[in-house]
């Protein structure tokens, strides 16, 4: 009997303090080892603490041969979220994202709504009385202390981490600067209830601590939304305690008054009182566009499933792509694709649907009908200690979810989100329920019609399942988390010029993941087409063997563009990146122009108001229209082409009229059209919109040399050597023009600085040499032809800083 009764303390010390590790590791952890160092490492270190604590829980019941459990009506709210979380991830557009989180939003996933409701689950069953509780809150709070002392010296430009991601003012363990701001707002009415039902000097001293630096940090943010959870929150406990004056005094009361004063004064002057910090600003679309992008994908995105269960949990990224209003395109953000809205609750319509959206505000309002209702309770305010907690619990709940509908979290706030409310049950304390596993032998004498062997049999088939759950679940994450370290890898072997590394890193990527993921196989594609540059431009190999390797570079990188658009079509990023690399394959496989125009025009149907892609689109039938330029017998076949490409270009200036690169494709066909003054009018224009932009100047220059306009081409090409003094292509064409102009020791100074930045180009060696032997530069030699000046890239395209993806035998820019 005493060894069953050690068993029994040593299973339920284990589930316990897996909790405790899961609050104080939460909020500060991070890990060097992903490519998302944040809520990846969170997800995967709260799955393994939940499922230990959960299997362990279990097993002790099974060895105590009783099981208590909370009935209360409450908990079914967050049963029913779950439910629906599970279905709408069924439905949903990436349904292996939806499940895993990674690579979409973590923190709305299945598995971390799953996780964090199993958490709640396990506080209310294992934290009974108040003092467990205050633990637990002080866990919270100290390492919200933590948090703060790791996060002040960065955003005060002190980086004393070894880390590059690290070296900036933003970095914080909790996510961006706001979330950071939201956290700690929500902690400060904890901490002040700490402080006054606290008995050791130490915890007090650790609390007050954590205040002053929460405090500054707020001010030092300065984020409004944080502010508005903090006046919330100090509001309700001063009226709290107010109502309680019997116990509190003023002593107690003037930190929430402090906590009310500076939220008040913070949201009325709205300034920053610390306007030296330089913080980066945080962008998300407005309340109210989030509001129609979510009423749009309800009825829109895959009706009737939509409207029920949403696009899927964490996909806002797709509903925004797909609907957002027009009116972006003419703000600095119109390529920028938002992965959550400005409101976690808004984004819960969009992803989960009207059910998902129900049900999650079911779960806060169970938090604020169990508190309210408890507060004002006469015979639960008898009990001081707990009432004195339950205030500083709720009233920090309370200004969370008042922020959740202002605020889009991410999986620290989701995480305090469930701790709070799971803290308000156990103060408030439920309806708990014994059953005995030995069917003979009813619990207590009490008689139960539950008390029968389908108890013990169903005990005992659930803790089997979680077991086999939990092994299966740890071997997949444990897959996913390798994966991922082999990705950052690939990621910095492509920084450091090693592609075929990268390549090696991404194929175990992949097949960890069961070739699930989109983002491996998008960018494999791309290292790919840095591969296929390398081989093509490497000198010691032969015609036959470049070829040979080209051609099965060329195959492995179709494969992997078609892979990622077929595990998530409904990425317009994969689509995106697929018509980008077959557009750089026009010179090398026949019918490859074609497969870049599917490709884009898939993409357009995902995201229909996206310049860039027509832009992109119109570039492919521009370059069809120059293959087709050679062949007399296809001369209507060409200007069918070059209409295509004006089609679209003009598209893309009609969704964004400053769109430079469009103006300055419909300048190219018009050159093509030999419209050359129609040309340098379209150019002059574009100029007047991205005067900076060197590339315009550098091929506004090649339009008026053509046109014979000598001095405005030399002006141009000056301006763009002005803009960029390593741009080669610019100096080639003005060194060219003060030849022509018996400048020879322009021309000279010109050429020098290019064989500096392209030292093994024989070309402009020989011009060189030309020069200086008192003959024109081009004696003897060929004009090399410029490489298109001025273009867009997608955003998901990965940078090669050694091998440009679009090579060009003229002199490159070295930078």
């Given amino acids: 009997m005493t060894e069953q009764i050690n068993s029994t303390r040593t299973w339920q010390k284990v589930s316990k303090t897996s909790l405790f590790l899961a609050v104080f590791l939460l909020p500060i952890l991070f890990l060097p080892l992903t490519s998302n160092v944040l809520d990846f490492n969170k997800q995967t270190v709260l799955v393994f603490l939940v499922l230990a604590s959960l299997f362990s829980w279990l097993l002790k019941s099974l060895i105590e041969e009783r099981i208590t459990l909370e009935l209360s009506w409450f908990n079914l709210a967050p049963v029913v979220l779950v439910l629906l979380a599970g279905l709408s991830t069924l439905f949903s557009a990436y349904k292996y994202a939806s ?156 930190l929430p008054m402090l906590l009310l004063a500076v939220a008040l004064f913070a949201l009325v002057m709205r300034a920053s009182i610390l306007p030296t910090l330089d913080l980066p600003a945080e962008v998300s679309p407005t309340l109210g566009t989030s509001f129609k992008i979510s009423l749009q994908t309800l009825k829109d995105f895959r009706p009737p499933f939509s409207w029920f269960f949403g696009s899927g949990p964490g996909t806002f990224v797709y509903d925004y792509a797909k609907y957002k209003p027009l009116e972006i395109n003419q703000t600095v953000f119109w390529g920028t694709r938002f992965g959550s809205g400005s409101s976690e609750v808004l984004d819960r319509l969009a992803t989960t649907g009207s059910l998902g959206f129900l049900s999650f505000l079911s779960v806060m309002l169970v938090g604020w009908v169990l508190g309210l209702r408890s507060i004002i309770s006469r015979e639960f ?37 469930w701790l709070l409310l799971a803290s308000i049950f156990c103060l408030v304390g439920g309806k708990s329920r014994n059953f005995d596993l030995k069917p003979s032998e009813p619990v207590e004498g009490k008689k139960s019609r539950l008390n029968t062997p389908f108890v013990t049999v169903g005990v005992s088939f659930a803790f089997i399942v979680v077991l086999i759950a939990s092994m299966g679940i740890f071997f997949v994450q444990g897959q996913r988390y390798l994966a991922e370290v082999n ?246 064409f003005l060194g060219l023009l003060y030849d022509q102009a018996n400048e020879k020791q322009k021309a000279i100074d010109q050429f020098e600085k290019i064989v500096q930045l392209n030292p093994d180009n024989e070309l402009v060696k020989k011009i060189l040499e030309n020069l200086k032997g008192g003959k024109p530069a081009l004696e003897g030699l060929t004009e090399a032809q410029p490489q298109p000046p001025i273009q867009e890239t997608p955003t998901e395209q990965l940078q090669s800083p050694v091998v440009s993806p679009s090579p060009s035998p003229s002199p490159k820019t070295k930078k």
């Fill in 99 to 254: 499940f895993w989180g990674w690579p979409l939003v973590i923190a709305s996933s299945f598995l971390s709504t799953l996780a964090l409701v199993l958490l709640y689950f396990l506080i209310i069953h294992l934290f009974k009385q108040p003092e467990d509780i205050f633990g637990l809150i002080f866990v919270l709070v100290f390492a919200g202390l933590l948090v703060s002392l790791v996060s002040l010296p960065h955003l005060l430009g002190k980086f004393p981490l070894p880390f590059d991601f690290s070296k900036a003012t933003s970095f914080n363990p909790i996510g961006t600067v706001n979330s950071l701001a939201v956290f700690l707002a929500s902690l400060l009415p904890l901490a002040a209830s700490l402080i006054f039902i606290s008995r050791s000097r130490l915890i007090k001293f650790l609390v007050w601590f954590f205040v002053v630096l929460a405090l500054f940090l707020l001010l030092a943010i300065n984020f409004q939304t944080a502010w508005l959870v903090l006046l919330v929150g100090s509001s309700l406990i001063l009226i709290f305690g107010i109502s309680r004056r019997e116990i509190f005094n003023l002593s107690w009361l003037f």
């Fill in 487 to 732: 990705y950052l890898r690939a990621l910095t072997s492509v920084q450091k010029g090693n592609n075929a590394a990268a390549v090696d890193s991404l194929a175990r990527a992949i097949r960890l993941t069961g070739s699930s993921q989109d983002n491996y196989w998008r960018d494999l594609s791309q290292v790919y087409l840095f591969r296929i540059n390398e081989e093509a431009t490497k000198p010691d190999l032969t015609q036959e063997e470049r070829s040979k390797r080209v051609s099965d570079l060329i195959t492995l990188l179709v494969a992997s563009a078609k892979s990622s658009s077929d595990s998530s079509p409904k990425n317009v990023a994969n689509w995106s990146i697929r018509g980008y690399v077959y557009s750089q394959l026009l010179n090398l496989i026949n019918g490859s122009d074609n497969w870049a125009v599917t490709a884009y025009e898939e993409a357009l149907k995902l995201e229909p108001a996206n310049p860039f892609t027509y832009t992109a689109l119109g570039q492919v039938y521009a370059n069809r229209a120059d293959n087709l330029a050679s062949d007399k017998e296809k001369v209507a076949e060409r200007q069918q082409a070059l209409d295509q490409a004006r089609e679209k270009f003009q598209k893309a200036k009609d969704l964004k009229s400053d769109y430079a690169p469009a103006r300055f494709q419909l300048a190219m066909i018009d050159i093509r059209e030999n419209k050359v003054k129609d040309a340098i009018d379209k150019l002059e224009e574009t100029k007047q919109i991205a005067p900076f932009d060197t590339g315009l100047a550098f091929q506004l220059g090649l339009v008026y040399r053509a046109d014979n306009q000598k001095d405005k081409a030399q002006a141009e090409f000056e301006r763009a050597v002005a803009l960029d003094a390593n741009y080669a292509n610019a100096r080639y």
């Fill in 381 to 417: 305010r008898k009990e001081n200690f707990a009432w004195i907690l339950l205030i500083g619990v709720f009233s920090s709940f309370a200004g969370l979810t008042l922020g959740l509908f202002f605020y889009s979290a991410n999986l620290s706030l989701m995480f305090l989100f």
